[in-house]
Structure formats: structure tokens, C-alpha cells
């Protein structure tokens, strides 16, 4: 794992853009992963900022979110699909018709993760996937668990992941789905680079034990010791117990 560790959020944010947007331009179809939460936020600013500045080109990039909460429609203003509309999807060239998304609300779950999955499989998989890492561990909807699920899957939150989420749904964790659909390890594990994302010191621990600790589903993200090209961008405040 390469580590890459900044003095502040913001300056990790500015770098990472950067090399997002040197990747779609070395490649305009590269297909990106792309992931929701508080984490990348500032990544997007700084991708729109690009954007704005003609610095980059989105119109022929692929993208793939990760993973929905079920039973939100993306007409739902706590959606993932809304907050990447608001943050990134309607501010950027990216063409509609080459975003793809899971159907949160779609009337069969496992039909709609099969459909996602093989739409994944017809693009070749995951060329770039950004990616952030829950407090516990979890990457994308992979929760902590006895087992993992290489495929996309539909999935029960945990309790933390909620609270995690609340801010989608008025800060109101018991507004937030219970279940989700999700990418699951095997497309992240087989994407051709990985970007993962970390800061603050609610993450600290959780990225001690991706870096350091056993490759074990009780760490989803561990998994990514396994991962050809994965850099790892944290703040000081992340990076304070390695
Ligand atoms: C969410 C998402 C993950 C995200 C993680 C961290 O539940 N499903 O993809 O990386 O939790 O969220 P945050 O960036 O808000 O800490």
C-alpha cells in the first residue's frame, strides 16, 4: 500500500483532484468508481473547480457509484444518486446516459444488484475507484462481517454506518434505510487502481487496521493489502496511530 499523507484535508483533496483529473485525461474513458459520505466532498469541489477552469474533460468517463440505501428512489432528496447530482453529476460534462447507478427503489433487489453487476462487467470493471472507509471498517456497504460478498449485493447496515449516514436524512439515524445495495469486494479488489481516502481521527484506527492489522472480513478494508495499485491519502489526524 502506498501511503500518502498530507498536513491538512484540504491539501490532500487539491492532490487527489489532481490526480483524477491527470487520470481522465490520460484516459477520457476511463471508468470510475465513485464513492458518497462526508469524505470526498472536497475532492469534488476540487474536481468541479477543475471542471470550471476547462481543466478537464468528463463527457466521455464512465462512471459507477458504489452503493444506494434501498428503497430510496433517486428522486429522493437522502439518495446517494441526489448527492452526487448536487455535488458532482450537475456540475460537471459528464453524460448522463454513461452514469450508472444501483436502483435503490428498484422492485426486486437482486435482480437489480445482478443487472448492476453485469453493466460493470460489460465496461471491463473498475479502471479508477475512489473510495472512503467507514469508522468501522467497511468499504463501499462491505460491513464487518464472518464472510464478505465478492458480488454486488443487497446488505443490513450496522447501527454506526447509520448514525454515519444521518446527515442525508435531517441528522435522524432512525430515518436512515436499514438495508443497502452495494458493490461488493470483488469489483473493488479487481478494480485497476484504487484511491482510498481517510481523514480525521474517527479514522485513525480503522486505518491502522487496513495497513497494519491481519486481512480479515472483521476489517473489510484490510482486503485492499491485496490490491495491485492502492494509495492511501490521509491527513496527520488519520495517520496518528500508524
Ligand atoms: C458510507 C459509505 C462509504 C463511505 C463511508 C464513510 O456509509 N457507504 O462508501 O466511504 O461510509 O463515510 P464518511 O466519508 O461520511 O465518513
Not at 35 to 53: F, K, M, S
Not at 81 to 100: C, K, P
Amino acid at each position: 500500500m502506498n501511503l500518502r499523507v498530507f498536513e491538512s484535508e484540504q491539501d490532500a483533496a487539491v492532490a487527489c483532484a489532481a490526480r483524477v483529473r491527470e487520470a481522465v485525461t490520460s484516459h477520457p474513458s476511463l471508468v470510475l468508481g465513485l464513492p458518497t459520505g462526508r469524505t470526498p466532498l472536497n475532492v469534488y469541489r476540487e474536481l468541479v473547480a477543475l471542471h470550471e477552469r476547462k481543466a478537464v474533460d468528463w463527457s466521455r468517463a464512465r462512471t459507477f457509484n458504489l452503493d444506494e440505501l434501498l428503497g430510496v428512489s433517486a428522486e429522493d432528496g437522502g439518495s446517494f444518486r441526489a448527492y452526487m447530482d448536487r455535488h458532482f453529476f450537475q456540475r460537471v460534462n459528464l453524460s448522463e446516459e454513461l452514469i450508472h447507478f444501483l436502483d435503490g427503489a428498484a422492485p426486486d433487489a437482486e435482480a437489480e444488484c445482478a443487472r448492476y453487476e453485469a453493466e460493470l462487467a460489460a465496461e471491463g470493471g473498475l479502471g479508477l475507484v475512489l473510495l472512503g472507509i467507514g469508522a468501522n471498517g467497511h468499504l463501499a456497504f462491505n460491513e464487518p462481517a464472518e464472510q464478505l460478498q465478492a458480488r454486488c449485493h443487497r446488505t443490513r447496515l450496522s447501527r454506526e454506518t447509520r448514525e454515519a449516514n444521518a446527515m442525508l436524512f435531517g441528522d435522524d439515524p432512525s430515518r436512515v434505510p436499514l438495508e443497502a445495495l452495494t458493490l461488493g469486494m470483488g469489483a473493488l479488489i479487481q478494480s485497476r487502481r484504487a484511491m482510498l481516502l481517510a481523514f480525521g481521527e474517527g479514522k485513525a484506527e480503522a486505518v491502522k487496521a487496513m495497513v497494519e492489522g491481519p486481512v480479515t472480513p472483521r476489517c473489510p478494508a484490510s482486503f485492499l493489502q491485496l490490491h495491485r495499485d492502492v494509495e492511501v491519502w490521509l491527513d496527520r489526524a488519520s495517520a496518528s496511530a500508524l
